[in-house]
């Protein structure tokens, strides 16, 4: 038997009143908030950020390609509801075979490369209060990823310590911390404390500054196509800070998620991670334990939506480190034909294998309580 889809990486549009209403007192006239653009449609305005986001780019699921470029100009209340309201997000779920998902931010991955930490700090707060509601309204079939700006190392356990108050299952980070970097031992205290809540660490795209939504839309060299193709770099240089150094080692029951870097480069990318270290010995300035290989796929898990080239190396299938995804309801999305992509890309896999990756694999590593009908 085919088991139903769980989505590990879908996504929210934040609605005009998520910043807003939700934000401390002393930032709300500071919050984000949507504004019409000079040629027309709506953009999410961040003070500090220079990006203008196209609203409805962040609900195009399910647009044809050639229509995009008109799309883009639409404004928020173009955008399907099921964008932001849980009453109508089960009826797009049921519509792609998905029985339930991980929710990801979407103007929360820009807010994420905002210079400052204290105000990013408020933002993502607010998102959280915003989202524990989006989520009550379909509990046993939304999941939400709380945000953290990293802004400390203190302020990070105590936002980790929240998020598990409000149910959260697990926490998007940000691609670089206020303080050192991710591999720093002052860090240690935070990968214990996300180990002992049971909260995976997720790093999504586009969440990094030196790879941002600005970078992917006009990159620094080649045509826009260029930028879509590097936005996976700044998350496999997180992994490398995690993997080479020895967050795993000292945490061995720390699980991260890379999502929507696809999943095809991970067989080559742990082939060069274990050549690094057999070639350079000590230049390497790694004191790990075990090769690098041996980590990639017990503490990381890796989402993906459109990747036939996942699903080809038997080891990796096997592995449990792959989460199918749509993400929906970005213009990426799989949606509504997710169910068509999966059957084509997997013809090859056994029904165990399917499941695992559409389903089992998802719901182990987020402890979901999804019931299979």
């Not at 607010?126 to 989202?131: F, G, H, I």
């Not at 459109?306 to 749509?326: H, M, P, R």
Request: glycine fraction near 6%; charged fraction near 25%.
């Amino acid at each position: 038997m085919i088991k139903p889809a769980i989505s590990a990486d879908s996504h929210i549009v934040e609605p005009p009143n998520c910043y807003i209403d939700f934000i401390e007192p002393k930032y709300r006239d500071q919050a984000p908030h949507i504004v019409e653009a000079p040629g027309g449609g709506h953009i999410f305005h961040i003070p500090g950020v220079d990006d203008a986001i196209p609203v409805a780019l962040l609900g195009a699921a399910g647009v044809p390609a050639n229509e995009l470029a008109k799309y883009r100009f639409s404004k928020f209340e173009d955008l399907p509801k099921a964008a932001w309201d849980p009453k109508f997000r089960t009826e797009a779920q049921d519509r792609d075979g998905v029985c339930a998902e991980v929710i990801y931010a979407s103007i929360g991955m820009v807010l994420c490369t905002h210079k400052d930490f204290a105000y990013k700090s408020a933002c993502m707060r607010a998102y959280n209060r915003w989202l524990e509601t989006f989520c009550g309204g379909a509990p046993n079939r939304l999941f939400g990823l709380a945000q953290t700006a990293a802004e400390s190392v203190d302020e990070t356990i105590k936002d980790f310590r929240k998020a598990k108050e409000m149910g959260m299952v697990g926490m998007m980070m940000p691609g670089r911390p206020q303080h050192k970097d991710y591999d720093h031992p002052d860090y240690d205290a935070l990968w214990e404390c996300a180990t002992d809540l049971n909260l995976p660490v997720c790093f999504h795209i586009l969440t990094s500054d030196d790879n941002s939504v600005k970078e992917a839309l006009a990159p620094k060299r080649g045509a826009l196509a260029n930028g879509f193709m590097n936005i996976m770099r700044s998350v496999q240089d997180v992994l490398g800070v995690f993997l080479f150094g020895g967050n795993f080692d000292r945490h061995p029951n720390l699980k991260m998620v890379i999502a929507e870097a696809d999943a095809g480069w991970i067989p080559h990318y742990a082939y060069r991670a274990d050549h690094a270290i057999k070639r350079l010995g000590a230049i390497a300035e790694s004191t790990l334990k075990k090769m690098p290989s041996e980590y990639i796929t017990k503490n990381v898990s890796f989402t993906f939506q459109d990747d036939a080239t996942a699903y080809l190396n038997q080891n990796i299938v096997d592995s449990g480190c792959l989460l199918w995804a749509n993400d929906y309801p970005h213009t990426d999305a799989t949606w509504p034909h997710s169910q068509e992509v999966l059957a084509e890309q997997t013809a090859n896999l056994t029904d165990a294998q399917r499941n695992a990756i559409r389903h089992d694999n998802v719901k182990k590593l987020f402890n979901l309580p999804v019931q299979v009908q």
